[in-house]
C-alpha cells in the first residue's frame, strides 16, 4: 500500500445516536444498511477497546467521497465511527488511539493517518518479517523541516533527505508516522 496521504476538501456528516437496542440507518443504500457497515464497525471496536458495551445505534450518513475511487472513503467512514464512539463517551481516546482502533481493520494507515490527524501523512505498517525501519533520519518527535523531500527505503532503512519545513515523527504499535505541517 501507499505510505503518504493527504487530507482532502471532501467530507461525510455522520450523525451516531445511542438508543436502547437496534441497529438503524438513514442515508445509505440498503446493501451497506448493516452490522457490516464500517461505521458501526468501528464504532464498536472503539466502544470495545474502551471496555463499554455496544446496545443500539441510528446513524445517518451523508457521503460527499465517492466509494471505489481511491479517495480514502472507507478511511472516511472507519474515522468516523470511531470518533463518533469516543465522542458520544466524553473522548478518553487520543487520535494515535483512533488510529490503533481503526488500521487493524482498514488493514493500512495511509488514508486512515491524514482523516484522522488531517493534513499530509507518511505512515506505514511494520509487520514482523516483512518490513522493518531499522532507523530515521530524525529520531521521534524530532521536528525536521519538510517543503521539498527525498523518501528512499534501502537495505531495511528509511532514509529522509532534502526535506524543508516541518514534520513530526511518532511511533504507534507497529506504525511509523510522519505528520507535516507549515
Known amino acids: 500500500f501507499d505510505s503518504f496521504g493527504l487530507a482532502l476538501t471532501l ?8 438508543t436502547e437496542s437496534g441497529l438503524e440507518f438513514t442515508g445509505c443504500p440498503a446493501e451497506y444498511a448493516n452490522e457490516d457497515n464500517l461505521i458501526f464497525v468501528s464504532y464498536k471496536a472503539a466502544m470495545d477497546y474502551m471496555g463499554i458495551p455496544v446496545k ?13 475511487r481511491g479517495l480514502g472513503s472507507s478511511a472516511a467512514l472507519l474515522t468516523a465511527g470511531a470518533m463518533g464512539a469516543n465522542a ?3 473522548s478518553p481516546l487520543s487520535l494515535q488511539q483512533i488510529l490503533e482502533v481503526t488500521n487493524p481493520i482498514e488493514g493500512h494507515p495511509d488514508n486512515l493517518a491524514p482523516a484522522i ?16 525501519v531499522q532507523e530515521t533520519v530524525a529520531p521521534i518527535g524530532y521536528n525536521l523541516p519538510a517543503d521539498s523531500w527525498k523518501f528512499t527505503f534501502e537495505e531495511g532503512k528509511l532514509n529522509v533527505t532534502e526535506v524543508q519545513g516541518e514534520a513530526d515523527f511518532s511511533f504507534i504499535d507497529d ?3 510522519m505528520e507535516l505541517t507549515n
Not at 56 to 68: F, M, N, R
Open 117 to 132: 490527524f488531517g493534513g499530509m501523512t507518511a505512515s506505514m505498517s511494520l509487520i514482523p518479517g516483512t518490513y522493518t
Open 88 to 90: 458520544l463517551h466524553g
Open 56 to 68: 443500539g445505534l441510528k446513524v445517518d450518513i451523508s457521503s460527499e467521497i465517492p466509494i471505489s
Open 175 to 177: 506504525m511509523l508516522i
Open 11 to 18: 467530507y461525510n456528516t455522520i450523525t451516531l445516536e445511542e
